[in-house]
C-alpha cells in the first residue's frame, strides 16, 4: 500500500513552546487514514520538524503501508533524510536516527519539499499542538516560522547613549563567496553563476564561524544560487532552514550585465558616469540603486517585523548589503560608492523597534 504522509512541526520562539501535526492520505490524497499531533513542551523548530516526520512514519507503518511520498516544509529536515546534508546538530542527530530507522521498514520512500501553503493540514495539527505547549485556549496562533515575530524571550535593555531602549533585531550581512564573474571583476547582478570552488571554500569558512558564534534565530538569503549556497552551508550549520526574500536579490545591471568596469564605461560613456554619481539613473534595461532601496526596506521592514529582537544571518550581495548599512548608517547616497565589501565578508546591522539603528561591523573576513 502505498501514502502520502505530510509534516511539520513549529516552535513559538524557537526555542520556545513546540508542537507537531502529521498526517497520512492514501495515494490519491482521497481519504485521510491517520492524523497525529502533540504539544512536546520547550524546544526548536527543527526538533519539532523532526518529532513530526517520526508520528507520521510510525502512524504509516502502523497502517501497514509499504510505500510512501513524504513532503514537508523543512528544507532541512528533507535534505538529512534524503542524504544530500549531513546532520551535524547534536540535538537532531538521535531524531535523525530515529526517523531512518522507521524509514527503513518500508519498501520505497521519497522525501520532498513543499511550501508552507501546500501544507496546510499538517500545520493546522501543529498549531493546535502549539497552542496546548503554550496553554492557550481560543483562537489559534500561527507558528514561529519565517512569516511571524520570533520573540526571543530577552530582557530588555537600558536605555543606550543614543536613547534606543528594549533589545535591537540584529542583522548579520554576510556576502556570499567568489564566483568566476567576481574572479574577473565583473557586473554581475541579475546572472546566476555558481560559487566556484574557492567560493565554496569560503561560504563553509563562515558557516563554521556563525555556528561557532550561535544565537541565530533565523537564515535569510537572496533568491540567486551564489548567495542561497552560502546561506545553506550557514543553515545546515546552525540546524536552520533558509527561507528566500526576493528583494534581497542583486541590482540589475540591464545590458551591462558580464562587463567590466572598462566595458561599460565604453558601451554607454556618458550614461556610465551619470550612473557613478546618481543613484536615480539606470543601467540600459537595469534598475536603480534607488529602485534596489526601495525593495531592501521593504525586505527590511519585514525582517524587523517578524524576528524582533533576535538574531538573523541575511546572506545578500554587495549592494543590498550597502543598502542596509546605509539605511543604519542614516547616510546619504555617496556611502554605496566608498563603502567597500569583501566576498562572503561580514557586516553587522541593528535596527530597534523605536526608530534607533547602529552598525556594529564592517567587512570582516577574518575567519576565511
Given amino acids: 500500500m502505498k501514502v ?30 491517520a492524523e497525529s499531533k502533540q504539544a512536546i513542551g520547550h524546544a526548536t523548530n527543527n526538533v519539532a520538524e523532526y518529532r513530526a516526520l517520526i508520528a507520521g512514519l510510525d502512524d504509516a507503518a502502523k497502517l501497514g503501508a509499504t510505500e510512501a511520498a513524504v513532503y514537508m516544509d523543512s528544507k532541512l529536515v528533507v535534505e538529512q533524510m534524503s542524504g544530500r546534508w549531513k546532520v551535524k546538530h547534536p540535538d537532531l542527530a538521535q531524531l535523525h536516527a530515529q526517523a531512518r530507522t522507521l524509514a527503513s521498514r518500508f519498501g520505497r520512500i521519497s522525501y520532498a519539499w513543499v511550501p508552507r501553503e501546500r501544507n496546510k493540514h499538517a500545520d493546522r495539527l501543529a498549531n493546535e499542538a502549539m497552542d496546548a505547549a ?36 540584529r542583522l548579520l550581512l554576510l556576502r556570499h563567496g567568489q564566483t568566476e564573474l567576481s574572479v574577473q571583476r565583473r557586473y554581475s547582478g541579475r546572472g546566476d553563476p555558481a560559487l566556484t570552488e574557492l567560493g565554496r571554500r569560503q561560504a563553509e569558512a563562515a558557516a563554521r564561524y556563525l555556528a561557532q558564534r550561535g544565537g541565530i534565530a533565523a537564515v535569510i538569503s537572496s533568491p540567486l544560487q551564489r548567495a542561497y549556497d552560502t546561506a545553506a552551508a550557514a543553515a545546515q550549520g546552525l540546524g536552520l532552514d533558509v527561507t528566500i526574500d526576493d528583494d534581497l536579490i542583486e541590482t540589475d545591471f540591464g545590458a551591462w550585465e558580464g562587463l567590466t568596469f572598462t566595458e561599460a564605461a565604453e558601451r554607454d560613456p556618458e550614461l556610465h558616469r551619470r550612473w557613478l554619481r546618481d543613484t536615480s539613473i539606470e543601467p540600459p534595461g537595469g534598475e536603480s540603486f534607488d529602485d534596489v532601496m526601495a525593495r531592501v526596506c521593504r525586505a527590511r521592514e519585514r525582517i524587523v517585523e517578524r524576528y524582533q529582537g533576535a538574531t538573523v544571518l541575511v546572506v545578500s550581495h554587495v549592494t543590498p548589503i550597502k543598502t542596509l548599512l546605509r539605511l543604519a548608517l542614516d547616510a546619504g547616497p555617496g556611502i554605496l560608492y566608498r563603502l567597500h565589501l569583501d566576498l562572503a565578508s561580514l557586516s553587522i546591522a541593528e535596527f530597534y523597534s523605536d526608530g534607533v539603528t547602529s552598525v556594529r561591523l564592517v567587512n570582516q573576513t577574518g575567519y576565511l
Avoid: H
Fill in 4 to 33: 502520502v504522509i505530510e509534516a511539520d512541526g513549529g516552535s513559538r520562539g524557537n526555542p520556545g513552546p513546540a508542537g507537531y501535526g502529521a498526517v497520512v492520505w492514501d495515494a490519491d490524497r482521497a481519504a485521510v487514514l
Fill in 134 to 169: 503554550a496553554g492557550i485556549n481560543g483562537e489559534v496562533e500561527k507558528p514561529q516560522k519565517a512569516t511571524e515575530p520570533v520573540k526571543t524571550g530577552a530582557p530588555q535593555s537600558p536605555p543606550a547613549w543614543t536613547g534606543a531602549r528594549g533589545t535591537a533585531t
